[in-house]
């Protein structure tokens, strides 16, 4: 299978998601990529927003099937007076390859529609005080999170995808099925994922970071994404970057500086994989290859055995940010760990009973286009409430407003749209509003906006250290 990769088709100009989800544009993106010469029985442009309006229910795997979205769209075309047609001849029409770009280019006009230049410069008058305080103090525009997230196909897959059964095993014993990897850029600011790439699930993790796509950006990352040579191409980039390191990491100590600013120098010339298990240490590292990092070491004793020790590299400087606050810093992955949950349950970001290659990518990629509808609907509900915070989580639950506004694109006129969007802004501020997170998550730093506040105030005692 070749990698497919998603992002906006531009930044400099978009339209309203509405036009974009019009029957005129759908449909002018079939007849551009062949999908669609002549409409007759079949309407691509109906299919998928009637598609749309049933992924924004929290549908079960079971319920989430071809058959059940074929049914939506067919009591559609009856309740239009429309000719009905066999699921035969729909399924052969989501078989092309054609039908795969309109969707594709539909969720790239979305993501240009969604996070413009000029929508981009109205959120960040409104992003929460604590977070435009990191980017300012790490002088960047953004923090992308990179992660992937895995989705099983059926069994029946393994003849059409290179990777057959070499899938994880499962916890229930049940042999590993085939799968697919989604590489996710997710953006801080804005709340989304600025690129996707879907490739096998045993696909190479460090081919999925695009140092050329980022800019004055933050990129933070887990340890498979990423090895020295990229990491050098990173930091030349003048791109930032905190990843996550190997427990076994071999380097040479250059310098080391404790929790209190002052250096260590018993650890000069020492390999970091044989520092004291309970080590914890900023140090300045130099590789094998003679390529430098910064290199934090950190041990916490109310983690699990498996992630008691942390190993991180970055090239933050530290009169920037101290360890305490990197070690912190990298737990905002957990926002893009929330991100693909709520895709999961709420937006049917799982695969459909198919076998064919194109119909599980255009439903995965349906589904990326719910999500970002969603995510869109949020921040315009930040900036027209003058809201700090909303819980994502929350509002990618809110699917029966979604599927009411979903219904309104597919059988409403364009004014009866815009009110019944309005109506949804009023509905997220009441019921998406954060709350005071629980003892649990407060402890743990899973609150995003708590552990902002605390990234912000750690002291850094090695401020003053060049």
Known sequence: ??????????????????????????????????????????????????????????????????????????????????????????????????TLKVIKNMLSELMTASFGKSFLKKIKKFISGDLKSLLIKLGVDDIILVDGTEIDLSYSCADNFDCKGKGRPHADGTPPRPGLKLHIAFSLVKQSFVYVEITEAVGSERDSVLVDRFKNSLIICDRGYVDEELEQRINESGILYLIRGKLSTAATID?????????????????????????????????????????????????SDDDKRSILRTNIPRNILGAKQIYLLYRLRWAIELFNKANKRSNCLKSINSANENIILSFILLSLAVSVIKTFTGLKCIIGKGLEWISMLKLHKQNECFETLFKALLYRKLSTVYQIFKELLDDIALLCQRTKPSNRDAVKLKDLPTLVWQIINQPNPSAKIA
């Open 1 to 98: 299978m070749p990698k497919l990769s998603i992002f906006p088709s531009s930044l400099s100009t978009s339209r309203s998601f509405t036009s974009v989800l019009s029957r005129d544009n759908l449909k002018q993106h079939a007849i551009d990529c062949g999908a669609l010469k002549r409409e007759r029985k079949f309407s691509m442009s109906d299919y998928i927003l009637s598609s749309l309006s049933l992924m924004s229910k929290s549908t079960e795997k079971s319920e989430f099937t071809l058959c059940s979205v074929h049914n939506a769209y067919l009591r559609f075309c009856r309740k239009a007076g429309k000719e009905l047609i066999s699921h035969k001849c729909i399924h052969k029409q989501l078989q092309s390859e054609n």
């Open 255 to 303: 310098k080391a500086f404790g929790d209190d600013g002052k250096t260590i120098p018993e650890f000069k010339g020492k390999r970091v994989n044989k520092l004291p298990s309970h080590t914890c240490a900023d140090l300045n590292v130099t590789f094998d290859s003679g390529h430098k990092s910064r290199v934090i070491v950190r041990y916490n004793v109310n983690c």
